[in-house]
């Protein structure tokens, strides 16, 4: 494996903290000018000493510096060996999809984000592949989904948006038992709260635009794989898709990653008080947040996510999609907005949302959204956490 798939290099095995690796793991400064934060290389082609060289760098598509410096960071967060920087969450869930063939099956985590849910049901079977839609917090029905020729576990945990907790050793056990690789989408949780390829999973799909790029100014994924050989496999897709992303896009990832801590730090301490605050409110009917003892896979989320339960948070109200709409109207702190992990606080209905394009609303009738019309996502930030609550007190107040 070499530094073009997003190898660590300095950090690695020295055993610090999440907080000092956020900054120092696998980065240093510039080696030839010694700057302290990492250049930025616009080059779209690289001059080569002879037509026949082994040089690291030749078309930017292949391997840029600073994606290469960005790829060597996530990496290390996610403990892989090998990293594949992307120009969106989709183009990284797209690459990790490519390693399927006509003929295959694949076992799908049934809360997940719609975009990979069109493709699982819509986009893959015209190319012979095959899904089903499993509540994988069920190991059983888990057990049950699969086939002779399942070859891939799509999971998400915590799911989106119903915050359900997945058991990630086990589903890997599963995966392993069936020759079939296991895909952790970990957009919600990021690798400070938890770190897939640590329980058995074979690789680490992120949304960078989210939590680890957390300023909402930019679009990013990554996959991040257990092995070498998967890694290998991943960088191919990466070429030969192109979906990558920009040298400045890069850099500004990486400025990003830097105040993961101390946003996540934050933006969980609002979490939980905003989730305890919901769970005590007589107008809401369900508050839904890991971090809570009485989520039913509290235990589980404790042991696995062992940084946190990070800033998602979901409620139920009364009065369906109409009380939910008017609910999400009615914030003034809170945007009105999809997307999520920035340092802004968002609301949005998904249900609600879901039954303005009955189309897409067909096409999912088995979705577990359908059975909580009333529901409600929030992002949550880094403001005060008391002006927070006042914004939902206030807004629940005017349904």
Known sequence: MTERHGTARRGEGMGWGIDTLLIHGNQ???????????????????????????????????????????????NGLEHGAGASAFASGMAAVTAALQLLSSGDHAVVGYDCYLSTYHL????????????????????????????????????????????????????????????????????????????????????VVHSTTKY?????????????????????RIADRQYYLGAVPS???????????????????QIMAN??????????????TRAIYPGLPEHPAHELARRQMAGGYSGMVSFTVAGGVEGARKVSAGTELFALATSLGGVESLIFPPTAW??????????????????????IRLSVGI?????????????????
């Open 212 to 232: 680890l790029g957390g300023h909402s100014d930019l679009v990013g994924g990554a996959v991040i794989s257990r092995t070498p050989e998967l890694a290998a």
């Open 28 to 74: 240093g400064p510039d080696e030839a000018t010694g700057a302290v934060v990492p250049p930025i290389h616009p080059a779209s082609t690289f001059a080569r000493r002879a037509i026949d060289d082994d040089a690291q760098y030749r078309y930017a598509r292949g391997a840029n510096p600073t994606r290469t410096a960005l790829e060597a960071i996530l």
């Open 120 to 203: 699982f049901a819509n986009d893959l079977p015209r190319y012979g592949i095959g899904a089903d839609f499993v509540d994988l917090t069920d190991l059983e029905a888990v057990r049950r989904a699969i086939k002779p020729n399942t070859r891939m576990i799509w999971i998400e945990t915590p799911t989106n948006p119903l915050l359900d907790v997945v058991d990630l050793r086990a589903v890997a056990a599963i995966g392993r038992q069936a020759d079939a690789l296991t895909v952790v989408d970990n957009t919600f949780a990021s690798p400070y709260c938890q770190n897939p390829l640590d329980w058995g999973c074979d690789l």
């Open 271 to 284: 979490a939980r008080a905003i989730a305890e605050w919901l769970r005590d409110d007589p107008r809401v």
């Open 383 to 399: 403001e005060d956490g008391r002006d927070l609550i006042s914004d939902l007190d206030t807004a629940l107040g005017q349904r």
């Open 354 to 375: 879901l039954h303005t394009d009955p189309t897409l609303l067909a096409q999912i009738p088995g979705s577990p959204w359908a059975r909580h019309p009333g529901l």
């Open 247 to 265: 040298p400045f896009d890069c850099w500004l990832l990486m400025r990003g990653i830097r105040t993961l801590g101390v946003r996540m730090r």
